[in-house]
């Protein structure tokens, strides 16, 4: 098989070209409106709120959802340290909560010896952008009276059972970083169906102005997490590509994972039941001993991979954080069982052959 011709980037230098032309432009931002509007409707949703981080955007979200001091809020510990920062910046605490090896989805078991009356939310994360199973999150976010806030930094695409990423809960939250299939060098945005959340977020995202109905610019503490004006005209022309774009990251993965088909010792991980994944990044078992040596060592050979580049652990074990009494093993198994390989749209046929011959012959050298 072969990779589809990337999309053409014309767009992208005529949309920044425009944007620079009309700076400054202190007192408004066409390219964010435009991005905004057409954001939401792609992701068929009401709102959409640009912000300057995926982190900035759940940050937002948190706060418009009313979680604040002395809160908790349920996060799995399948994730990274990036989910977690705005929680606490917000005074909040985050209740870690294992995921189940065989789907990756949120132990709900788990999750529920881990409610008290401080819950607040749930956080789930779509991690590689992968669902979880949405009646199983619904029935427990309702049982537990819990705000549903989807951190889909990585899911942007992805669709299961006819639901998107992103629109599952009261919000949801993307990143545009470097890398992201839909990106803006830095950014994010958040998606929700409420008029109060998304007044709330535009609010936060600029000192408090202006301000939602009834209240006063300025009058509370917040956030200078605006999307810049060069950035805002590259998401937009990126959104203009975005189906082509979560096309392409498709192929890629299938390309890759086809290349690794016979190898040894590495299994695909399929998506769920009704899931249509955007392939983020090809997910494979490692069945081989010292798994996480392995994922270094591609590292070290030039396959970027979370774990083996990124360092990626279960976040309940960060140091920042308290040494938990009973670690979250299932998402331990997780990460140290997965080779995760990072991605990007310039990634060539010949790059993922490299990639491919890296693998395979780490695997021939470790295997008896």
């Known amino acids: 098989m072969t990779l589809p011709p990337p999309s053409d980037r014309d767009s992208l230098l005529a949309e920044m070209t425009a944007a620079l032309s009309a700076m400054p432009d202190p007192a408004a931002c066409e390219h964010l409106r435009l991005f905004e509007d057409e954001a939401a409707h792609a992701l068929g949703t009401a709102h959409a709120v640009a912000v300057s981080s995926g982190t900035a955007a759940l940050h937002a979200a948190l706060s418009a959802c009313g979680i604040g001091q002395g809160d908790e809020v349920l996060v799995p510990a399948l994730t990274v340290i990036m989910t977690v920062a705005p929680v606490c910046a917000l005074g ?77 809960g009261t919000v949801g939250c993307f990143s545009m970083k470097d890398g992201k299939i839909l990106w803006s060098g830095e950014g994010g945005f958040l998606t929700t169906d409420s008029g109060q959340v998304a007044e709330h977020a535009r609010a936060f995202r600029s000192h408090w102005q202006p301000a939602p109905p009834g209240e006063v610019p300025l ?25 082509d774009l979560v096309e392409r990251r498709r192929a890629q993965t299938r390309y890759l994972l086809n290349a690794l088909e016979q190898v040894p010792g590495l299994s695909a991980l399929a998506p ?12 494979l078992h490692i069945a081989h001993p010292s798994p996480r040596a392995f994922a270094e060592h591609l590292a070290q050979q030039g396959v970027p991979n979370s774990t083996g580049s990124f360092r990626l652990v279960p976040c309940d074990t960060r140091p920042m954080f308290p040494r938990p009494q009973q670690p979250c093993r299932g998402a331990a198994e997780i990460l140290n069982r ?28 470790r295997t008896p």
């Open 92 to 168: 909040a605490t985050p209740v870690f909560v294992d995921s189940d090896p065989a789907t990756l989805d949120l132990d709900y078991e788990d999750a529920a010896r881990k409610v008290n009356a401080r819950t607040r939310a749930v956080l789930p994360v779509h991690l590689w952008g992968r669902m979880g199973d949405l009646g199983a999150l619904a029935a427990f976010a309702s049982e537990h009276g819990l705000a549903v806030i989807e951190d889909a930094a990585q899911a942007i695409g992805t669709v299961r059972i006819g639901r998107p990423a992103g629109g599952v």
């Open 272 to 283: 769920g039941a009704g899931e249509e994944w955007n392939g983020f990044s090809p997910l």
């Open 219 to 243: 009058g509370r503490l917040a956030t200078n997490s605006r999307l810049a004006a060069p950035l805002a005209a590259l998401a937009l022309a990126n959104l203009h590509r975005l189906p």
């Open 338 to 365: 997965t080779l995760a390989v990072v991605l990007a749209e310039g990634d060539t046929q010949a790059t993922l052959d490299r990639y491919a011959d890296i693998i395979a012959r780490a695997v021939a050298v």
